[in-house]
């Protein structure tokens, strides 16, 4: 099929449209006026500025540790909890359950956020880091859950009893044959939760107390009081962590690829 | 039966001797998946050193019994003896069999010699211990230079012997095979048939397979076990299987047989004599030596392996009984054996094997011949279920 001159026009207006904003975003940080809409050179001060900027940085320190540990936790509970689901083929309340899992996918936010803040209240526990925390292992392990079940479905159950049958008991067994075959799956899952705490505003900031403020929170009250360039600079940083994440993920999963079939060529060689 | 089946020589049959201690007795099992009987009230005893082979079409609960031996599925009603130990409730990783799956399970992550090590590590051996027992294996099954791999690296024959070195590195009591050599195509098929029966000798182990494929338990077993619908049919040697199926859907499953629905017109036991039985297929008389428990005038059928027909141009001398006069109507050429199938006046078909013992490219019989088919007294039987 001749491609036409349409196609190549259509592409380059949709991809404009996706990151025309991030550009203008980033060249802005090299700005070196302080008007964000006006042009006034290259210049790195606001980078500089950003680093002395003793409350942006204890936020980006917050966001942080709240993301890295919720990742974690809720790593460890997605995991287990997508076990339960995929392998106990029948027990009381599956079918509430694996529709619960899901739920908070759905909810918005500001519902997921407000309930939580309730629980807290009424529990009477301070609000602030673990508070963050807590309600960020909660929406992320519903993630973890997904991308792990859909690996554990295309898992072969004979692996884990070929192991049992080898004299390997069934927690080991684990540990030592399903864990590193879904380990990709769960690690996708950990950096899926990573992400979306890195990022989340709407729960954190009704989940969050003194002293614990997160990046969003902090950005979105700073751009209140006006866009300084600032704002600018440690946003194009939160994108090049997000890139390099993205490009390494898909490099991973591309020298996956490259080496299963590279081991397939040896197969059909060593047959021959 | 009036003529014991034929002079198949067996040193080892221990399912003959009254005093032998079975290895492995399944007793009374049944087992159902809700509304689904799997296996029905089975009874079985398998003996030290055999090689048994449970037979069936899929779904007739022969990898449902397999499994319930492993420790995968606990039975629902009745008991397993291992050397005359009950083994219900005892978890898979304690019992002493070893299985090779059907998909080898290799783990994916381990190389060939971290697989075939698997087990041993279970056991707390020591480093030296079984880096021998992995070298011995690898030996075993003719893969040393292939130790390093990765299952991902290897051809489907060669996953199949580390499935088989696996499972074989922990020196089981049984060995359960299911349908081992499912994925292999046919040559690397017979050609390990033979190698499993040498390591299954060599090793003195007791091997337990389950297939779908007859010609499969035929070469390699001492006995086979022929299943449908949950429950044994006939257990027999192989030979026994296929020149005396006690039943129609054993005589059809194995090999190809020609059957014929008939009733019984006569039966005469001669003092000194073999018990002869006469039928009538439909309009055939049928005349055939075997003790039969079947009465005057029941329905039965009569069976005939098509290799036993001989078919000719001539009219045979005696076309009384035990002859058919029809049409050649095909003609399969299997390089070794030719088959006819022969279409009667009243449109039945009965098949009819002829070895090609030379290599004549005029073949007497083509298609649209008037032919005769006869076949002796003691070739054919009859079947009563």
Known sequence: MKSSRFDPVVLTLGFAFLYIPIIILVIYSFNASRLVTVWGGFSLQWYREMWSNQGLMDAAWVTARVAVLSASIGTVLGTMAALALVRYARFPGKTLFSGMIYAPLVMPEVITGLSLLLLFVAVGVDRGFWTVTIAHTTFTMCYVAIVVQSRLLTFDRSLEEAAQDLGCPPVKTFFKITLPLILPAVV??????????????????????????????????????????????????????????????????KRTELRRIRDEHVALRGSS | MAKTLGPVKRKFAPWTDPNAVPFIRFENITKRYGDFTAVSNLNLDIYEREFFSLLGPSGCGKTTLMRMLAGFEEPTEGRILLQGHDISGVPPHRRPT??????????????????????????????????????????????????????????????????????????????????????????????????????????????????????????????????????????????????????????????????????????????????VVTLDCDGLPV???????????????????????????????????????????????????????????????????????????????????????????????????
């Open chain 2, 287 to 385: 005349t055939v030596e075997q003790e039969c428990a079947a009465t005057t005038g029941d329905r039965v059928a009569f069976a005939i392996r098509p290799e036993k027909v001989r078919i000719t141009l001539d009219q045979p001398e005696n076309t009384a009984s035990n002859a058919a006069y029809g049409e050649v109507w095909d003609i399969g050429y299997l390089g070794d054996f030719s088959v006819f199938l022969v279409s009667l006046a009243d449109g039945r078909i009965i098949r009819a094997a002829q070895a090609n013992v030379s290599r004549l490219v005029d073949r007497p019989i083509t298609f649209g011949d008037m032919v005769w088919l006869t076949w002796p007294k003691d070739a054919g039987l009859v079947l009563t279920r």
């Open chain 1, 188 to 253: 996708a899952g950990w950096m899926l939760a990573f992400t979306l705490s890195l990022d989340d505003l709407v729960i954190a900031s009704f989940t969050t107390g003194p002293g614990a403020t997160t990046l969003p929170i902090k950005i979105y009250s700073q751009v209140r009081l006006g866009v300084t360039p600032e704002i600018n600079a440690i946003c194009t940083i939160l994108i090049g962590l997000v890139t390099i994440g993205v490009v390494a993920a898909s490099l991973a999963s």
């Open chain 2, 98 to 275: 070893n299985m090779m799956f059907q998909s080898y399970a290799l783990f994916p992550h381990m190389s060939v010699e971290k697989n075939i090590a698997f087990g041993l590590e279970q056991d707390n051996l020591s480093k030296g211990e079984i880096a021998a027992r992995v070298q011995e294996m690898l030996k075993l099954v003719k893969l040393e230079d292939f130790a390093k791999r990765k299952p991902g690296q290897l051809s489907g024959g060669q996953r199949q012997r580390v499935a088989l070195a696996r499972s074989l590195a922990k020196r089981p009591k049984v060995l359960l095979l299911d349908e081992p050599l499912g994925a292999l195509d046919r040559k690397l098929r017979e050609e390990t048939q033979f190698e499993l029966m040498d390591i299954q000798h060599t090793l003195g182990l007791t091997f337990l397979i389950v297939t779908h494929d007859q010609e499969e338990a035929m070469t390699v077993s001492d006995r086979i076990a022929v299943m449908d619908k949950g429950v044994i049919v006939q257990v027999d040697t192989p030979a026994e299987i296929y020149e005396a199926p006690n039943s129609r859907y054993v005589a059809d499953f194995i090999g190809d047989i020609n059957i014929m629905e008939g009733g019984i017109v006569s039966k005469s036991a001669e003092p000194g004599q073999a018990p």
